[in-house]
């Protein structure tokens, strides 16, 4: 059995988290070989960004205050393509604990369902979202990967911005029940409020905490 990374680097001292970021790199990099070849590797390059992901993830209140990270709210994390944005997200996910742990979805994906689904799609990861864990229901929490490279799509003639629709649905559920949103995007704020429109961009400055990959990072698919 995998040990679980939250336990081993998350341990609980007089309200304070300590861990030991060394072995957590060395966990991200055995694990993400295992998940997604050989290739992968953790660069030095990232390891800033790496630490400000899991000092937010084991709930680290003083680290997060020193980087300007807020606990009450989502990771948008920024980057080129290539530069490992879904691969990590995904792999940091298991230092949440668990009740925080949360679904990654598709962009592309979603956009997909509602030219088949129609407007379902959008309660269904909007204000409907659950998903389970182990055969327990778990909170709301999602991972839009990919923000922004879904197009527009019609349902019975009627065009619809499918994912500004959820995130504004996702904003109200920020508000009222506290239930946070994450997103993988290699656009830049001003592209995604062309994208979605000022009102949307505007409530993601609420829900987000915006971390980002250098804009010169490698691909690291090569």
Not at 89 to 100: A, D, G, R, Y
Not at 176 to 200: C, D, F, M, P, W
Request: charged share 25%; with cysteine; proline share 2%.
């Amino acid at each position: 059995m995998t040990p679980n990374p939250y336990s081993e680097a998350a341990s609980f001292r007089d309200g304070n988290y300590q861990f030991n970021f060394s072995s957590c790199l060395k966990w991200l990099e055995k694990n993400g070989q295992n998940a997604f070849g050989s290739h992968f590797t953790i660069s030095r390059e990232d390891h800033e960004l790496i630490f400000k992901l899991l000092v937010y993830a084991i709930g680290d209140k003083d680290c997060c205050k020193q980087w300007g990270i807020s606990l009450c709210k989502g990771i948008l994390l920024i980057g080129p393509i290539g530069c490992g944005k879904t691969s990590l997200i995904s792999l940091v996910n298991n230092f949440f604990p668990v009740e925080k742990q949360f679904q990654m979805k598709s962009s592309r994906e979603i956009s997909f369902e509602f030219e088949k689904e129609g407007y379902r799609v959008i309660n269904r990861y909007g204000s409907g979202f659950v998903h389970s864990l182990g055969g327990r229901i778990r909170s709301g929490i999602i991972c839009f990967d990919d923000l922004g490279i879904e197009q527009s799509q019609k349902y019975y003639g009627n065009e619809c911005n499918v994912l500004a629709e959820i995130l504004l649905s996702r904003y109200d559920l920020f508000v009222q029940r506290k239930i946070l949103t994450h997103a993988t995007t290699n656009l830049s704020a001003s592209e995604l409020e062309t994208l979605y429109g000022n009102r949307v961009r505007s409530r993601m400055r609420e829900m987000f905490n915006l971390i980002a990959f250098d804009k010169h990072s490698r691909d690291k698919r090569n």
